[in-house]
T-cell receptor, first 115, second 119 residues
Framework: AQSVTQLDSQVPVFEEAPVELRCNYS??????LFWYVQYPNQGLQLLLK??????LVKGINGFEAEFNKSQTSFHLRKPSVHISDTAEYFC?????????????FGEGTQLTVNP | EAGVTQFPSHSVIEKGQTVTLRCDPI?????LYWYRRVMGKEIKFLLH????????ESGMPNNRFLAERTGGTYSTLKVQPAELEDSGVYFC?????????????????FGPGTRLTVL
């Protein structure tokens, strides 16, 4: 079984500051890793994913994440945030190669960007 | 291309009543998933269809929940009778068969969710 821990439930930052949202996972098998974002009154949107290859993954809206196998982490970063990045962010894992493996989510991190 | 759609967006019902949620996946996506988020908790998997067949229903909380996907297109999730603890946001997601291209095949596309409130 897999589990995902998002270490911060709330992250307030000022506009143009850098941000890191932390995610650790636990799994006995290889996993795929994802970050999703949910803007107010919208569904979940995929920010980025790690399937294989380079451990630094770039996503949409200037976000990136680094897969660290030894630390079982997949932290999300952005060097300079905007007001529009205010949203809830979810880290998730799946077992991957089996057809349509289900996602296991963390509890979410609310990012609030203040002017 | 239309995304995953869900209906209704909100539903308020009384304890003991029945509610049916609907999900229309992206056309051509064989995989369809239901997830639920109870307030303040993580999003949890409920079940997974491959076409019209239930691949994995290990996340269904109890037999008051019934999911169907007739014809392998849209899906419904019925809660009967509803209890207070069923309140939450129900998400539907769909994906292609990963064998058709790993990079896209593993991505699940989510609908906006149905917010269910049981009073």
């Amino acid at each position: 079984a897999q589990s995902v821990t998002q270490l911060d439930s709330q992250v307030p930052v000022f506009e143009e500051a850098p941000v890191e949202l932390r995610c650790n996972y636990s799994s006995s098998v290889s996993v795929y890793l994802f970050w999703y974002v949910q803007y107010p009154n919208q569904g979940l949107q995929l920010l980025l994913k790690y399937l294989s290859g380079s451990t630094l993954v770039k996503g949409i809206n200037g976000f990136e994440a680094e897969f660290n196998k030894s630390q079982t982490s997949f932290h999300l970063r952005k060097p300079s945030v905007h007001i529009s990045d205010t949203a809830e962010y979810f880290c998730a894992v799946s077992k991957g190669e089996t057809s349509g493996s289900r996602l296991t989510f963390g509890e979410g991190t609310q990012l609030t960007v203040n002017p | 291309e239309a995304g995953v759609t869900q209906f209704p967006s909100h539903s308020v019902i009384e304890k003991g009543q029945t509610v049916t949620l609907r999900c229309d996946p992206i056309s051509g996506h064989d995989n369809l998933y239901w997830y639920r988020r109870v307030m303040g908790k993580e999003i949890k998997f409920l079940l997974h269809f491959v076409k019209e067949s239930k691949q994995d229903e290990s996340g269904m909380p109890n037999n008051r929940f019934l999911a169907e996907r007739t014809g392998g297109t849209y899906s419904t999730l019925k809660v009967q009778p509803a209890e207070l603890e069923d309140s939450g946001v129900y998400f539907c997601a769909s994906s292609q068969d990963p064998r058709w291209g790993l990079a896209g095949g593993s991505e699940q596309f989510f609908g906006p969710g149905t917010r269910l409130t049981v009073l």
